[in-house]
């Protein structure tokens, strides 16, 4: 299983992102999906996961009512919409996959994308 983030960028305080993620492989519909963010220094923090279910979705307190995840299976493919972004939601960001439930723990996933950097500006 292969995964790889794309969307990142630098943008405005206040504006949108959309991130992707593109999962290979065909085990896509048997695993949950998660995003989790990095700043440098600090852990791996969680920010939203979808089940298997598209309509099975987690967040983050910090990002609830700005962050949408959603899933397309037909495309093996998870995207987080970001809006409203803040200063403090600039990091790198991963998606997960690897787990048959979603969890907020990382070290339940087992496969990693290499990360996209999202910088919001003020």
């Known amino acids: 299983v292969q995964l790889a983030e794309s969307g990142g960028g630098l943008v405005q305080d206040g504006e949108s992102v959309r991130l992707s993620c593109v999962v290979s492989g065909r085990t896509f519909n048997h695993y949950a999906v998660a995003w989790f963010r990095q700043v440098p220094g600090k852990e791996r923090e969680f920010v939203a996961a979808v089940g298997r279910s598209a309509s099975d979705t987690y967040y983050a307190d910090s990002v609830k009512d700005r962050f949408t995840i959603s899933r397309d299976n037909s495309e093996t493919s998870v995207y987080l919409l970001m809006n409203n972004l803040k200063p403090e939601d600039t990091a790198v960001y991963y998606c997960?996959?690897?787990?048959?439930?979603?969890?907020?723990?990382?070290?339940?996933?087992?496969?990693w994308g290499q990360g996209t950097q999202v910088t919001v500006s003020s």
């Open positions: 997960a996959s690897g787990t048959p439930v979603p969890t907020k723990i990382a070290r339940q996933y087992a496969y």
